[in-house]
């Protein structure tokens, strides 16, 4: 059964950055969509950014230009590069397939940004 495992989060101020981490267990060379979701608190989760296995990229509205995703076929992982990050920003990110969240949901890496 795939794994998934999210790494990287943490405390930064406004304008500040942070690359996250998604190791699979398994192989996602199958896997035709990854994304990174987002949990504000107190809101539902939401997709930020996709990458297809032959990386192909898509963002929401609101980290565009801001964010980069990226996906590793040979080592199973995929990260999410933050930039310029924003108090919006916090909240709880998770990695997974995409647009039918597959697999058993990690525990998250928690992003806090804040001065």
């Known amino acids: 059964q795939v794994q998934l495992v999210e790494s990287g989060g943490g405390l930064v101020q406004p304008g500040g950055s942070l690359r996250l981490a998604c190791a699979v267990s398994g192989s996602i060379r199958s896997i035709g969509v990854l994304a990174w979701y987002r949990q504000a608190p107190g809101k539902q989760r939401e997709v930020v950014a996709t990458i297809t296995a032959v990386g192909s990229r898509q963002y929401d509205d609101s980290v565009k230009g801001r964010f980069t995703i990226s996906r590793d076929n040979a080592k199973n992982t995929m990260h999410l590069q933050m930039n310029n990050l924003r108090p919006e920003d916090t909240g709880v990110y998770f990695c997974?397939?995409?647009?039918?969240?597959?697999?058993?949901w990690g525990q998250g890496t928690q992003v806090t940004v804040s001065s």
């Open positions: 997974n397939a995409f647009p039918r969240s597959t697999f058993s």
